[in-house]
């Protein structure tokens, strides 16, 4: 489980629209450090997600749409596609090797398993606006 670039990159995009204002790609770009042509297709997801609202043309840009108090952590990462698993058997249908050769649930996966139950919850718990305020 990582917070990949990509979602790196989207906490820093959101941290650059959390004043509420229209902001250019070019303000965003400058202003967080990030490459122009990830800052594109990250706001194209967020879009997707109705986190943004892009907008065209000359006087084109985004703003934040939706209230970071309501979003998690989680939430982004599942928005950018995230493997949170800390394991790939912890992955859904992973087909687990001991348990087809001793019959029994493996005491390592079980642990595992509460492991990330635990993590996803902590992940679900973190509202982004907590992450990115200044305080």
């Not at 493997?83 to 390592?108: F, L």
């Amino acid at each position: 489980m990582l917070i990949t670039r990509e979602t790196d990159y989207a906490l820093r995009i959101l941290r650059a629209l959390s004043g509420g204002e229209h902001v250019t790609t070019a303000d965003i770009c400058k202003k967080e450090l990030l490459p122009q042509q990830f800052v594109y297709k990250i706001l194209k997801k967020l879009e997707r997600a109705g986190l943004v609202l892009i907008t065209r043309g000359k006087d084109g840009g985004c703003r934040l749409i939706k209230d970071l108090q309501t979003v998690s952590l989680y939430d982004l990462m599942e928005i950018m596609e995230t493997d949170k698993s800390i394991s790939a058997c912890t992955q859904p249908g992973y087909p687990c090797a001991w348990r087809q050769k001793y019959g029994k649930p493996c005491m390592v996966h079980q642990h595992l398993q509460q492991i990330q139950r635990k993590l996803d919850d902590e992940l679900k718990a973190f509202r982004l606006s907590k992450i990115l305020s200044e305080d």
